[in-house]
């Protein structure tokens, strides 16, 4: 029975080459349509793993910002135009599976040490998250312009998330990160043929704290794997391309993997697929299955995209000015489909402020202010 | 590390979690017991549990009632799809826990065998 929900859950997570379909859109229609005595954990882990696997397609080839990448893939874009998309990949992929290998050999740790940091951390945990992302804003090289870029996007997130809007976080990701991504890019020409090309060896001490640092996200609140990465940067300076994808595919996977190991360990919800598979995540059988369900389909996930990138590659989606146009196109269509009107006029609002921050030149993290000022403000107002 | 070595790798260790998988999905098989079965070395485990409707209270964010044979057994529904009538006869599947020192069935489907009027228990 097991094999069932994980090949259903990993076929579902197929859709992650459709970009905008979010993973917790998948997890409601499967609320429905799942049988009885399925196994919610492991449909919910396969699918998730999986999804994240095959979202690298759209986000690195076709430049649609998958929503639970957010700023993550942002390098590859810089790679692609340089004709290094396959490069991009395979560095995900790498990425993605030695971080796949740290997190079996720290699982025990974590679920150990984990109630014991969340006692230490609970009580200040508001500010400790302050404290993390002052520090981020306030270590960059222009401080002032970028604390300015921070707290622009995080009033354009509380003006959203105070409102009852369905579906904020595609249009606002693709406001903020594809919109201005493609403008800049609407005359640059003809991208090159992305040329075939092995991966670079990867930085082991960035996949680790990539690894570590998703390992314990949970801590904290709003701790997006955006935010992650920055953080990483503080203490690793090398942001070339390649380390920037190294080191936020490793915080994706592990932050995924050890959202379903925090439920057990200290009771929290961090993601939609771990709210999907409810209680059943609070018993070790049950959890092993479903980090084993997520692990199988994740090294089959990455074995199938070798063979089959090729394909995508040469598909060439991003590479024209018509091919530009069309994709925003598709965002305003896909922004209305999901909220109505007011998703065009999300989207406009986050491109505008993406686009700022873009002629502002500073860091294009600091756009991650929409999702992490809401989420200070609201610990703040509940507290 | 080469395209193909990963290409190997990655099967390789998909085919250890499915193994893995296999090996912990006895866990999510539910073993069929009766209430009066029940001991706390079932904690954590998941079951198929028969018995009569015992009691029903309808809460605010969960039903609770209790699932007899020779004795009763606590049981939670946080899904709140059915009512119960006491004295129905039941099926459910569900996770045994711990809860303020008693056993406690966490019920993920049930299934109404009889209504009280029809029951031969």
Redesign the interface.
């Known amino acids: ?3 069932a929900e ?1 090949l259903s859950g990993f076929i579902a997570g197929l859709a992650g080459l459709v970009a905008f379909v979010h993973t917790n859109f998948i997890l409601q229609i499967a609320a429905y349509a799942l049988p ?2 399925f ?1 919610k954990p ?1 449909f919910a882990s396969a699918l998730s793993f999986s999804k994240l696997v095959f979202e690298l397609i759209p986000s690195i080839f076709f430049a649609v910002p998958a929503t639970s990448m957010g700023i993550a893939l942002l390098p590859s874009q810089k790679l692609i135009l340089e004709g290094k998309g396959i490069l991009a990949l ?1 560095t995900a ?2 990425a993605f ?1 030695q971080s ?2 740290y997190c079996v050999i720290l699982v025990m740790p974590v679920i150990v040490l984990l109630p014991v940091a969340n006692q230490a951390i609970a009580p200040v945990s508001g500010f400790a998250l302050m404290a993390l992302v002052s520090l981020a804003v306030f270590a960059k090289q222009r401080p002032i312009e970028s604390a300015f870029a921070f707290g622009l996007s995080g009033a354009l997130g509380i003006a959203l998330f105070s409102n009852a809007i369905r579906e904020p976080l595609f249009p606002l990701l693709s406001g903020l990160l594809g919109v201005p991504a493609l403008l800049f890019a609407l005359d640059e020409g003809q991208v090159p043929r992305q040329e075939e090309e ?2 670079k ?2 930085i082991n001490k960035l996949v680790f704290a990539g690894t570590v640092a998703g390992a314990f996200s949970s801590l904290l609140p709003a701790m997006t794997p955006a935010f992650l990465i920055a953080l990483i940067f503080l203490f690793f300076e090398s942001e070339s391309p390649t380390a920037v994808l190294q080191a936020s595919s490793a915080t994706l996977l592990s932050k995924t993997f050890f959202d379903f190991v925090a439920f057990y360990a200290i009771g929290k919800t961090r993601s939609g697929a771990v709210a999907f598979s ?3 995540l ?5 959890l ?2 479903a980090l ?9 996930a ?2 199938l995209m ?2 089959l990138y090729r394909r995508f590659a040469a598909m060439k989606v991003f590479a024209n000015k018509h091919a530009k146009l069309a994709l925003l196109v598709f965002f305003a269509i896909a922004s209305i489909a999901a909220n109505g009107p007011i998703g065009l006029l999300v989207l406009g609002a986050s491109a505008s402020v993406g686009i700022a921050i873009a002629l502002l030149g500073v860091n294009k993290s600091m756009t991650m202010g929409a999702l992490l000022l809401p989420s200070i403000a609201y610990y703040f107002h509940a507290a | ?3 193909d070595l ?2 190997l ?10 193994i ?6 006895t ?4 073993r069929e017991l009766k209430p009066s079965m029940l001991s706390a070395e079932d904690v ?3 079951i198929l549990v028969s018995g009569t409707v015992g009691s029903f209270q309808k809460g605010k964010s969960a039903n609770t009632f209790t699932i007899c044979d020779s004795t009763c057994v606590s049981a939670v529904d ?1 899904s709140q799809k059915q009512a119960l009538e006491r004295g129905s006869f039941i099926s459910a ?1 569900g ?1 045994v ?1 711990e809860y303020r020192g008693e056993l406690e069935v ?1 019920v ?2 049930l299934e109404i065998i009889s209504e009280p009027s029809s029951s031969t228990n």
């Open positions: 029975m097991a094999l994980f009885e005595g196994s492991v395979k992929l790498g599976f796949g290998v092995e991966a060896p990867t409810g209680q059943e609070a018993f070790l059988p049950q092993a299955a084993a369900a997520g692990l199988a389909a994740l090294f089959l990455i074995a070798l063979l | 590390m080469s395209d990963l290409f790798l990655s099967l390789f260790f998909s085919a250890l979690g499915i893995a998988l296999l090996y912990y999905s866990a999510l098989e539910p954590g485990k998941k946080f599947v996770t826990k966490e993920q489907s």
